[in-house]
T-cell receptor, first 115, second 113 residues
Framework: NAGVMQNPRHLVRRRGQEARLRCSPM?????VYWYRQLPEEGLKFMVY????????ESGMPKERFSAEFPKEGPSILRIQQVVRGDSAAYFC?????????????FGPGTRLTVL | QQQVKQSPQSLIVQKGGISIINCAYE??????FPWYQQFPGKGPALLIA?????SEKKEGRFTISFNKSAKQFSLHIMDSQPGDSATYFC????????????FGKGTLLTVNP
């Protein structure tokens, strides 16, 4: 059973370009979470999605960031018009349910570098 | 405002020694305190977690000690091994949420052989 997969693992973008990060949850998992880890910082929750629904986006910046988890295919975190401050590691996690006892499994992350 | 303060930033321990990482929180509504282990190039993995109704939880060589009145909790790694070398994050959440976690900044643990 493959773990959570993220691609690309490394992404370089110039200021003003768009970044698209993909996350394929573990088989059987229908809940996806995105986190951002800035250099020298802990992870920060961004958004929680189920298939075709955004459940909680309280951690998402108000502008330029969006996320989706379509019925088919991976979850996508999209960052428009990237700025240097977006440089970070972006982690996706998945779980079978969102109960308090359910473990999240993290992917290896996408390291975004904005030049 | 950082709600979970973690120390030390880095820690070097000899093989067989005890590694201790501390966290302090401010929000008394927190009621779920997990620790995550992250190896280079990998995502974090849940290591052990505690709720405030107990003062200690042990799983193998890993123990969480929890002091509700002091708003502090710590991770103890007994008989530390080189394979334990990783970054450790403490975290906290409200309502037992397993995803809306507030993380500490992490501790880089190095266990020398």
């Amino acid at each position: 059973n493959a773990g959570v997969m993220q691609n690309p693992r490394h992404l370089v973008r110039r200021r003003g370009q768009e970044a698209r990060l993909r996350c394929s949850p573990m088989k059987g998992h229908s809940h996806v979470y995105w986190y951002r880890q800035l250099p020298e910082e802990g992870l920060k929750f961004m958004v929680y999605l189920q298939k075709e629904n955004i459940i909680d986006e309280s951690g998402m910046p108000k502008e330029r960031f969006s996320a989706e988890f379509p019925k088919e295919g991976p979850s996508i975190l999209r960052i428009q018009q990237v700025v240097r401050g977006d440089s970070a590691a972006y982690f996706c996690a998945s779980s079978t349910t969102s109960g308090s006892t359910d473990t999240q499994y993290f992917g290896p992350g996408t390291r975004l570098t904005v030049l | 405002q950082q709600q979970v303060k973690q120390s030390p930033q880095s820690l070097i321990v000899q093989k067989g020694g005890i590694s201790i990482i501390n966290c302090a929180y401010e929000n008394t509504a927190f009621d779920y305190f997990p620790w995550y282990q992250q190896f280079p190039g990998k995502g974090p993995a849940l290591l052990i977690a505690i709720r405030p109704d107990v003062s200690e939880k042990k799983e193998g060589r890993f123990t969480i000690s929890f002091n509700k009145s002091a708003k502090q909790f710590s991770l103890h790694i007994m008989d530390s091994q080189p394979g334990d070398s990783a970054t450790y994050f403490c975290a906290a959440s409200i309502g037992g949420s397993n995803y809306k976690l507030t993380f500490g900044k992490g501790t880089l643990l190095t266990v020398n052989p």
